[in-house]
């Protein structure tokens, strides 16, 4: 065994598991009949370790740990910090310091790319460490595993909130006769998609799968994803077509939609830190479109940050498996690995199961794996019976969670506990 200490961090937006993730690994670590060392958090991820902004994860209160299971946010503090090619160097100096030999990092896309560069920095500059990269993300576009933590919990909480608006819409007489429910998704439309399951489909044990005829009709309608150009004559005509028939049309979009040129339709013209354009207002668009050219009257519900933080809906199945993905990148550590991503491998057949493996950090980072163009039907407006066979079981099981005066009881890290000197 590798002795010296270990530290984890989170980076990136939140999800509604992503400290059960945390959890996983912290309390795998802690229950080691031999720890190599202590395991440090970096508060606020890459960019708090720079800053040498730690804490003694023993220190905290072991009820207080196991509380991430069900608390949303970033629980030891989340940013989005691009590290400059010098900065990695200082970064494995600061595990020098500290005698951290054991990097487990919990992230997206950009953070596998981090973790990765961490891993291939310690090895230039001769500094034995093992790096593990812990997956997460809403947007499920991480490669090679077959889905990520948070990305079920967040398609639960979108297809019931598309359930529950759509009937909202049918029941009520109102003048707004279009519904548009704008949902997060860069790139990649696998959380939109997620609204299909809204309709209630039925997947049987040999994989067929059935829509009810008394869900049909019901939300949504129309769906529309990054992966297909979007096209603004067929969608106006894809309203009309459902209105015409209903009286009323529900449409899903994705915040990432572009036109055939590749050029989102709402931008702002603005990038972050890792070269991203911010998007600003997709459902905007498409609502003044159905209201100037077809003279509905329309509204559009932008769900933003509330579909990665509802904790209180979350999948169960997200939620053990996060936890499992935290756990699980201690016990690679431990046996040697370093460089690697954990992954989530959905093995053939029915019923549904899951195991854990791992791919390497340089395979995964900066790489987006976007719906496959199979899975979402030819006219590029809605999803194919794939799609649901793929999606519905991770949606499985509500996550218990505690409660207190009516509301969630949510937990939260004590930061002034095992603060660590610089």
């Known amino acids: 065994m590798l002795k010296g200490n270990a530290l984890i961090a989170q980076s990136g937006g939140p999800t509604a598991v992503i400290n059960s993730s945390v959890c996983g690994a912290v309390q795998t670590w802690l229950?080691?009949?031999?720890?190599?060392?202590?395991?440090?958090?970096?508060?606020?991820?890459?960019?708090?370790?720079?800053?040498?902004?730690?804490?003694?994860?023993?220190?905290?209160?072991?009820?207080v740990i196991d509380a991430l299971k069900w608390?949303?946010?970033?629980?030891?503090?989340?940013?989005?910090?691009?590290?400059?090619?010098?900065?990695?160097s200082r970064l494995v100096e600061i595990c020098r310091k500290y005698d951290i030999r054991y990097f487990f990092y919990n992230g997206g896309n950009d953070s596998m790319d981090?973790?990765?560069?961490?891993?291939?920095?310690?090895?230039?500059?001769?500094?034995?460490?093992?790096?593990?990269?812990?997956?997460?993300?809403?947007?499920?576009?991480?490669?090679?595993?077959?889905?990520?933590p948070g990305y079920a919990s967040a398609a639960k909480y979108l297809a019931a909130t598309v359930m529950e608006c759509g009937i909202d819409l049918a029941s009520v007489a109102t003048k707004n006769k279009v519904c548009?429910?704008?949902?997060?998704?860069?790139?990649?439309?696998?959380?939109?998609?997620?609204?299909?399951?809204?309709?209630?489909?039925?997947?049987?044990?040999?994989?067929?799968?059935?829509?009810?005829?008394?869900?049909?009709d019901d939300a949504p309608h129309l769906i529309y994803l990054p992966e297909v150009p979007f096209d603004t004559e067929r969608f106006l005509q894809d309203v009309q077509n459902v209105y015409d028939r209903l009286g009323y049309c529900f449409v899903v979009a994705s915040e990432g939609i572009m036109?055939?040129?590749?050029?989102?339709?709402?931008?702002?013209?603005?990038?972050?830190?890792?070269?991203?354009?911010?998007?600003?207002?997709?459902?905007?668009?498409?609502?003044?479109?159905?209201?100037?050219?077809l003279g509905l009257k329309a509204r559009c519900n932008t769900l933003g940050t509330a579909q990665r933080s509802a904790a209180h809906f979350a999948s169960k199945t997200d939620a053990d498996e996060a936890y499992a993905t935290g756990k699980?990148?201690?016990?690679?550590?431990?046996?040697g690995k370093t460089?690697?991503?954990?992954?989530?491998?959905?093995?053939?057949?029915?019923?549904?199961?899951?195991?854990?493996?791992?791919?390497?950090?340089?395979?995964?980072?900066?790489v987006e794996k976007k719906v496959p163009r199979e899975w979402i039907n030819e006219t590029g407006n809605f999803v194919t019976e794939d799609f649901i066979r793929y999606a519905q079981p991770l949606i499985a099981g509500t996550l218990p969670v505690p409660m207190q005066n009516g509301l969630p009881c949510y937990t939260k890290i004590d930061a002034t506990l095992g603060r660590v000197k610089k």
């Open 31 to 63: 229950n080691l009949s031999e720890q190599p060392g202590t395991i440090y958090a970096a508060v606020s991820g890459i960019k708090g370790f720079l800053n040498e902004d730690l804490i003694d994860m023993a220190a905290q209160d072991p009820a």
């Open 71 to 88: 608390t949303p946010g970033a629980g030891l503090f989340s940013c989005r910090y691009k590290v400059s090619e010098a900065e990695y």
């Open 114 to 148: 981090t973790c990765n560069k961490m891993s291939i920095a310690a090895e230039k500059l001769g500094y034995e460490m093992r790096v593990i990269g812990i997956p997460k993300t809403v947007d499920n576009d991480l490669p090679i595993t077959d889905h990520c």
């Open 180 to 216: 548009i429910i704008e949902a997060m998704g860069r790139n990649a439309g696998w959380l939109t998609a997620a609204a299909a399951l809204a309709k209630r489909y039925e997947v049987a044990a040999d994989g067929t799968v059935h829509l009810p005829a008394n869900t049909a």
């Open 259 to 293: 036109d055939k040129d590749g050029n989102y339709i709402a931008a702002d013209g603005k990038v972050d830190a890792f070269g991203h354009v911010q998007l600003s207002g997709a459902g905007e668009t498409l609502k003044n479109l159905v209201e100037e050219r």
């Open 328 to 335: 699980q990148a201690v016990e690679l550590a431990l046996s």
């Open 339 to 366: 460089g690697v991503m954990v992954t989530l491998d959905r093995q053939p057949g029915e019923p549904y199961v899951c195991t854990l493996g791992e791919a390497p950090l340089a395979n995964v980072a900066n």
